[in-house]
C-alpha cells in the first residue's frame, strides 16, 4: 500500500527527470554504447499518454489491492474446500470461487482509481495531455472563461456520475453472502526456488517503482543542493501547508463526527440522504469544486460590497474571495468523505445498547457522544484527522485556482519549479509531501495487519 502515499505528479516530475534525453538514465546508454543522438537508438517517451497511464498504474493500484485484500481474506475457507473437493485445484477454486466473490471490492476499489485518474491535474499537465481537468484550469486562468469553464466542469460531473451509476448497475441484484468461518484459517502455500523469487520480485516491483526509486532520487537531489532546497522559502511553504492541512483536518473531523453522530440517532431518510449529499465531494476532481465554489462567493462578496457602500459609503472590497477561509470551505466539500467515512465505521463498532445504558443513566445526546463515544473510537478519529491532513498536503488543483496572493503551499510550489523544469529546488517540498503522506499509509497497514491477527 505504501505507493498510495505518493502522488501521481511527484513521479509524473521525477521520472521525467532521470528518463528524458538529458537525464541519467539516456546518457549513460549514449556513453556506454556510442551513440550519437536520438536518432541512433529508440526510447520511451515519458511525456506522453503511456507515461501517464504509468504514472497513474503506479500510484493508484493500491485502490484495487486494499480492497481486494480485504475481500480475499474474509472469504470462508469452507467455500473454497468445497470447491476443492468437487475436483478444483487451487487456480481453479481461484478463478471460479474466490475472484467471483470479491468482485464488488475490486469494481469499487477500480471506481474509485478511475474517478482518481478522471481529477487528475499536475501528471496531465506535465505531460502535456489534454483532459478536462486541464482544460478547465487553462480556461479559467489562460482566457479568463468563466462560463465555459463551468461548462466544462458540468462535462467532467456528467462522466464522474456516469462511473458512479455504472458501478452500481454492474451489481445491480447481486448478492454475495457468505457463512464465515473466524477461526478456521486458509492453508499456506510454501513457495521454493524460482516461484518463491518470482512472488518477491512482482510483490517488489510494483513498491520500488511506485515510491521506493523516486523517493530516493528526491532524497539524493535533496541532500545533494542542500542550501538550494532547504531555505527560509521552504519553511514559509511548509507553514502554509501545515496551517491549511491542521485546520482542515479538525474541522473536517468535528463535522464529520457531528453529521455521523446525527444519522446515528436520527432514523428518518432526509437525514441520511443529506448525510449522503455532502459526501459527495470526494468524487468530484478539485478544478471543478473550485469553480463550483467560486462563481457563487465571488458574486456573494460583489453583492454584500454594493450593500455596504450603498448603506455606508465605506468600500470593505471582497470578504470572502481570496481568503484561506474559501480555501478551506473546499477542501471541506472535497474530503469531508473520507473523514466521515472513518468515523462511520468507528461509529459501527459501539453498539446501541451502549447508547441506550448512557441515556438511562441521564445523559443528554452530546454528553454522550463526549464522554462515551468519542474516547472509544479514538484511533478512528486518528486516521481520518491524518487521511485528511495528508489529501489536503497533496491537493493541486483546488489550491491552484483558489489560493490567496502570495499563499503558496508545498503542493503548489513543487507544481511551479517542475513547470519551469527547475526539479532541484522542487525536491524538498516533494519529499516532504512523501514523507507525510507515508504516516497513514504505515497507520492504515498496522491496524490491517494487526486485526487479521487478531
Known sequence: MLPLAAPAYLLA?????????????????????????????????????GGAIAMFSLTLYPYVYMLARVAFLEQSVCTLEASRSLGCGPWRSFFRVALPLARPAIIAGLSLALMDTLREFGTDDYFGVSTFTTGIYRTWFGMGARVAAAQLS????????????????????????QAKNSVQRPQAYELQGLRAWGAIATCGLPITLGLLLPGGLLAHMTLTHLEETLDNRFLELAQHSLILAGLTAGIGVVVALVLGYGERLSKQRAVSLGVRLASMGYAVPGAVIAVGILIPVVRFDQGLSAWIEAATGNNIGLILSGTITALIFAYLVRFLAVALGTVESGLGKIRPTIDDAARSLGCSPTKTLVKIHTPLMASSLLTAVMLVFVDVMKELPATLVMRPFNFDTLAVRVYQYASDERLVEASAPALMILLVGLLPVILLSWRITRERNA
Not at 516530475?13 to 556513453?31: A, N
Not at 458540468?154 to 448478492?175: D, H, P, T
Open 154 to 177: 458540468a462535462m467532467l460531473m456528467v462522466f464522474i456520475l456516469i462511473l458512479i451509476v455504472l458501478e452500481r448497475w454492474s451489481r445491480r441484484q447481486a448478492k454475495y453472502y
Open 13 to 49: 516530475y521525477t521520472y521525467t527527470d532521470w528518463l528524458d534525453y538529458y537525464g541519467p538514465v539516456q546518457f549513460w546508454l549514449r556513453s556506454h554504447f556510442g551513440w550519437q543522438s536520438v536518432s541512433d537508438y529508440w526510447f520511451p517517451d515519458v511525456r506522453s499518454v
